[in-house]
C-alpha cells in the first residue's frame, strides 16, 4: 500500500550538505511515523532520524543530532533528510521507511514499507 523511492545523494566533501528526499504513493501516507536508517559496508543498519505521522515529534540518533534534520510534506508525500556538515563517517547507504504506528519509532520492527536505498558518499 506504500512504496517509497529515495533520491538526493551522491558524493560530497566532507563538511558539505546534501537532502536526500523520499517520495511515498499511498493513501495512508500521512498517517504513518517515517524514518531515516543507514548502512555502511560491513556494518549492520542503523538508525538515523524519526518523525511522527503530523511532524510535531522529531528523534535523532546521537551521532547526527545538530547536523541532520528530518522533515515531511505530508501535501506532497514526501520525507526529506537534511544532512549538513557531513563527515566521512556518514558515508552509507540510506533508507526512508515507513511504519503503522503515528510515532518516531526507532528501531526497525517499527516500520513495515522500505524503500530502495540511496548512496551518500563523503569523501575526506
Known amino acids: 500500500q506504500v512504496q517509497l523511492v529515495e533520491s538526493g545523494g551522491g558524493l560530497v566533501q566532507a563538511g558539505g550538505s546534501l537532502r536526500l528526499s523520499c517520495a511515498a504513493t499511498g493513501r495512508t501516507f500521512s498517517s504513518y511515523g517515517m524514518g531515516w536508517f543507514r548502512q555502511a559496508p560491513g556494518k549492520e543498519r542503523e538508525f538515523v532520524a524519526a518523525i511522527s505521522w503530523n511532524g510535531g515529534s522529531t528523534s535523532y540518533a546521537e551521532s547526527v543530532k545538530g547536523r541532520f534534520a528530518i522533515s515531511r510534506n505530508n501535501a506532497k508525500n514526501t520525507l526529506y533528510l537534511q544532512m549538513n556538515s557531513l563527515k566521512p563517517e556518514d558515508t552509507a547507504v540510506y533508507y526512508c521507511?515507513?511504519?503503522?504506528?503515528?510515532?518516531?519509532?526507532?528501531?526497525?520492527?517499527?516500520?513495515?514499507?522500505w524503500g530502495q536505498g540511496s548512496q551518500v558518499t563523503v569523501s575526506s
Open positions: 521507511a515507513a511504519g503503522v504506528i503515528s510515532g518516531t519509532s526507532i528501531t526497525e520492527r517499527g516500520y513495515n514499507y
